[in-house]
């Protein structure tokens, strides 16, 4: 059954205290010095595996509890994937697949983050699904490369972008970018990407503000750093594996999942 694991554990000390018994008769002046520390040994070791089975029971069943949480939220996710990108769903989510080393983090964050500002983007770029799921990926990567490079918070940024799908630019300087919280700044910026990339940007576009965020990060350097410190640096390595080990738990719960594939990242 989805959801359900097993696990036994024995442990049998009468083969230990049959050889405790046969030490204790066999020795003379220290023998009782001899059985009282194999005594202690066994004590001591029944404790610790009592402790130990206790301990993995309870990894297994947080474990358990995890992944049919975890899964449960997968599938409401890609039905909302499904809904919004149709066509260009499995861009999606096979981009949400290899998000722990592009943007370190989990395939369900990457797919949530998306499906918060994706209806306003479908938008912006006339129902086009596919020309959305690229411009959706460039935008939860920019998001993770700015968090990373600038430390800021991944949830102000997220929270920033959601911000621009609604004309709301209140929080355009969470991305530490030089530009201020308001709409005029926000045409700065725009106007600076296209001074460098020779492209009109429409501030009513949520797409060209995505695009032209893009812009100002590259000329700035600070494209391509989630995936740099993802394979280059200690926390970026953590942060890397920390997402696939969520996506390995969601898939202990799916039979569909490619299991060796996850073990593998």
Known sequence: TVGSAVVKLKFD???VKSELS??????????????????????????AFTAMTGAATAFVSKAVKSAVEGFAEYEQLVGGV????KDASDTVQKNADI??????ISANDYMQTVTNFSASLIQSLGGDTKKAAQVADKAVIDMADNANKMGTNMTMIQNAYQ?????????????KLGYGGTRTEMQRLLADAEAISGIHYDISSFSDMVEAIHVIQENLGITGT?????????QGSLNSMKSAWSNLVVGLANDQADFNGLMGQ
């Open 13 to 15: 000390g009468k083969d």
């Open 22 to 47: 046969a030490v204790e008769k066999e020795t003379n002046s220290f023998g009782t010095k001899v059985s009282g520390v194999f005594k202690n040994v066994a004590k001591v070791g029944t404790a």
């Open 226 to 234: 989630s995936a740099e410190e993802a394979s280059k640096t200690i």
């Open 82 to 85: 499904d809904t919004l990108f």
């Open 163 to 175: 911000g621009f799908a609604k004309q709301n630019f209140m929080m355009l300087d969470n991305l």
């Open 99 to 104: 998000a722990f080393k592009t943007a370190q």
